[in-house]
């Protein structure tokens, strides 16, 4: 039997690979993806809640978050292209104009 | 023409033009120079003279006005309401006011009179001068400052006449400002005053502090002269130090012991100033103020003591070095300290009155000699060495005559007005102390003595310079002659009213400012005043008559004299080295002090080292280590906002 503390787990499993990608990767389209894990797991979350409480809610905030995730990855993928274009790398270490 | 005036202002009005003439002309003076200062143009002495000399000539008729309207009255003095209310604190209410009483008209006739006729030289004697518009602009706010100081009903409105001169003369000493030793000597008279003026101060806060804790119900006007005579007795335990300290400010504002060395060197001025200011009113400005508190003065001998002996050592001090100089504005400048050392000798002694009496010839004579000696200077271009000039009297006859009739009166020289006034000084002094009656005699002789040496070596006598020079020689311009001679009329006239009842006369001056005045009485019988007065006036005209003998006849005797008597010579040549002295012991000190400690240490390594800059450094240094935390590098950012997050889910769920 599956239950929800499952699903739950797997999606905190996902989370958390995620965060670490984006906190030890220097390829910024790697630390992209991770994102999009992150994302996922966050509409896993959503998905599974739906369905144990019997409410349609959470499956429409899950659309939202696609939509939006869509639009994000287009201007993510935009910035990444101009950065490409203006400094030659795709490694986020290498961009450290904002240094105090 | 009084009603015509007085059917469209009050009288307490009519007062207050004494103070808005002089006022007004330094303002449009002053705004006309600044003026013509921006745009590079000339003034039209015209106008100039026109608001220069018309102030203070309209303030004297005011003045006169007054006086003779208040003779009508039996009281003679008035207290017009006031202006504005200056301070207002919970318990200290202080009101601009004037008060006209018998001492303050006498007062502001001096100095409107004589102001008026030192005006009128100065448009002679300054007419070349590019300063013309800014030089009138100057006198004419000192006379107001002047002004203000001897009508001020409370003790805080004299105190801004009181700096306002001392402002003023500054001004004026450095009026060439462009050479440097003027300027320098106008920075040295400041700072002298200052000196004073701390002392003066003190006594002030001295008054309120006492009174204050006395909790009277005094309206909260404290420094009102009315109020501090009404309650002079809550002031006795602190009558001497505040006498004292009043009395320190004004040795410095009036050249006395120890405060006198501003005095010649403020004759870096024009002439016309060195009469006004340092000579005939500014100077006289701490013998009023001390006449003006007789009542206090009066509550304590030790106080008393101090100033008569002061005032002898002053008056005997001044007058050996006047001996010597060879500059002719700097032997005058001793002789008024001098003179004034006498004033206060009077005052030490309970008579009042004589000192204001003396104030008041000394004013004529002292700015007749002044002026006399600017005639001088102008006609020689600016040679100031009496050894430099003699048998002037030829070229110059006006101002030879007025300035013999001005030194005849400074000796004691009967009838003339020094005669009554010094008389009267050292007949109340030979009543109260033999010793320093002995001293002012002294003095007096030297006096004489030193102005018909001066005499003698400037008008008569074989002439040391070359026929050309001499020839060059004029008598001044009738805008400068004219005053001379209404100063001659008033040194010779000036002192018949005051004639002691022992030589005839209602000493009325006496009975004039018996009224306001704190009075002394003497024992001394008539004989004895005749008797008296006519020692000390043989004593003067002997040494006047040997004076004048030597100077203009033999002026090989004194070199002999010189040559038994080397040290002494050398010594007061040099002034008793009394400038030397303070350099030394006051000046480097202080120097040293302020450049080594304050300087160096407090200002450079506490102040803007640890404090100015510390600031600054801690900001940088912690500065730095915070940015550390900025490294551009995003995903620190993140690590460091993770961390932040579960922290603060740590804190919310537990």
């Known amino acids: 039997m599956i239950t929800l503390n499952h699903y739950l787990v797997l999606a905190t499993l996902l989370f958390s690979i995620g965060v670490f990608g984006v906190v030890t990767r220097r390829n910024v389209l790697i630390i992209f993806m991770s994102i999009e894990l992150m994302l996922s797991s966050v509409n896993l979350v959503f998905l599974s809640f739906s369905r144990f409480l019997g409410q349609v809610d959470g499956q429409v905030f899950v659309l939202f978050v696609l939509v939006v995730a869509a639009a994000e990855a287009a201007v993510g993928l935009g910035i990444i292209v101009a950065l490409f274009r203006n400094r030659q790398t795709v490694y986020v270490d290498e961009v450290k104009i904002l240094r105090g | ?654």
């Open chain 2, 1 to 654: 023409m009084l009603q015509w005036v007085l059917q469209y202002i009050s009288f307490e009005t009519f007062v207050w033009m004494i103070l808005a003439f002089p006022l007004f002309g330094a303002v449009v003076n002053g705004l006309r120079s600044l003026v013509a200062a921006v745009r590079k143009k000339e003034t039209s002495h015209f106008v100039t003279i026109l608001f220069g000399c018309g102030a203070p000539v309209l303030s004297f008729v005011v003045v006169a006005t007054v006086f003779v309207v208040l003779l009508g009255f039996t009281s003679h003095s008035m207290v017009t309401g006031p202006l504005f209310q200056w301070a207002l604190l919970d318990d200290l209410i202080i009101d601009i006011g004037l008060k006209i009483d018998p001492l303050s008209l006498v007062m502001a006739s001096v100095i409107t009179g004589v102001g008026s006729l030192i005006h009128i030289y100065s448009v002679g004697y300054m007419g070349h001068d590019k300063g013309f518009t800014r030089y009138f602009s100057y006198l004419n706010l000192f006379l107001f400052f002047m002004l203000v100081l001897v009508l001020a009903d409370s003790l805080v409105f004299l105190f801004v006449g009181w700096e306002g001169v001392g402002l003023c003369s500054y001004l004026l000493i450095g009026f060439w400002f462009e050479d440097e030793e003027k300027a320098k000597a106008g920075k040295k008279a400041f700072v002298v005053n200052r000196i004073g003026d701390a002392g003066f101060l003190l006594g002030l806060f001295l008054i309120y502090v006492t009174l204050k804790s006395a909790n009277l119900d005094l309206g909260g006007d404290f420094f009102n002269f009315d109020t501090l005579k009404g309650y002079a007795h809550v002031l006795i335990p602190v009558a001497t130090p505040v006498c004292l300290l009043l009395f320190f400010g004004a040795c410095g504002k009036s050249a006395q012991i120890p405060l006198y060395v501003w005095l010649p060197d403020a004759m870096a001025g024009p002439t016309p100033v060195s009469a006004l200011i340092h000579a005939a009113t500014m100077v006289t400005a701490g013998v009023y103020m001390v006449a003006r508190l007789s009542f206090l003065y009066t509550l304590t001998p030790t106080a008393m003591s101090v100033v008569a002996i002061i005032g002898a050592a002053t008056a005997l001090f001044a007058a050996t070095i006047g001996l010597l100089q060879n500059d002719i504005k700097k032997i005058l400048a001793y002789s008024t300290i001098s003179q004034l050392g006498y004033m206060f000798l009077a005052l030490g002694v309970g008579a009042f009155h004589a000192a204001i009496f003396h104030l008041m010839t000394h004013a004529f004579f002292k700015a007749l000699l002044f002026l006399g000696s600017g005639s001088v200077i102008h006609a020689m271009h600016g040679e100031q060495d009496i050894r430099k000039y003699g048998g002037l009297s030829k070229r110059m006859p006006i101002t030879t005559w007025t300035f013999v009739i001005a030194s005849l009166a400074i000796a004691g020289i009967f009838p003339l007005a020094g005669f009554f006034s010094k008389d009267a000084i050292l007949w109340h002094t030979y009543n109260s102390n033999i010793i320093l009656w002995g001293v002012g005699f002294a003095g007096a002789g030297l006096t004489a003595f030193y102005m018909f040496r001066l005499i003698g070596l400037t008008f008569f006598g074989e002439s040391n310079m070359d026929e050309a020079t001499l020839r060059k020689v004029h008598e001044s311009p009738p805008s400068m002659a004219v005053p001379l001679l209404l100063l001659a009329v008033l040194s010779i006239a000036g002192g018949w009213i005051g004639i002691p009842e022992a030589m005839g006369g209602s000493d009325y001056f006496h009975h004039w400012l018996g009224e306001v005045l704190a009075y002394t009485p003497v024992h001394g019988s008539h004989t004895e005043e005749l008797v008296l007065g006519g020692v000390s006036f043989l004593w003067a005209a002997h040494f006047a008559i040997i004076a004048w003998m030597i100077y203009s006849q033999k002026r090989d005797w004194p070199t002999r004299v010189v040559e038994k008597f080397r040290r002494l010579y050398w010594l007061i040549y040099n002034k008793y080295f009394v400038d030397e002295i303070y350099d030394v012991c006051v000046i480097r000190p202080i120097r040293n002090v302020s450049e080594r400690f304050f300087w160096k240490i407090s200002d450079a390594i506490l102040i803007d080292g640890l404090l100015v800059h510390g600031t600054g450094r801690a900001v940088q240094f912690f500065g730095r280590i915070l940015s550390a935390v900025q490294s551009g590098v995003v995903q620190l950012y993140l690590t460091l906002f993770l961390l932040g997050a579960v922290l603060l889910l740590w804190k919310i769920l537990y």
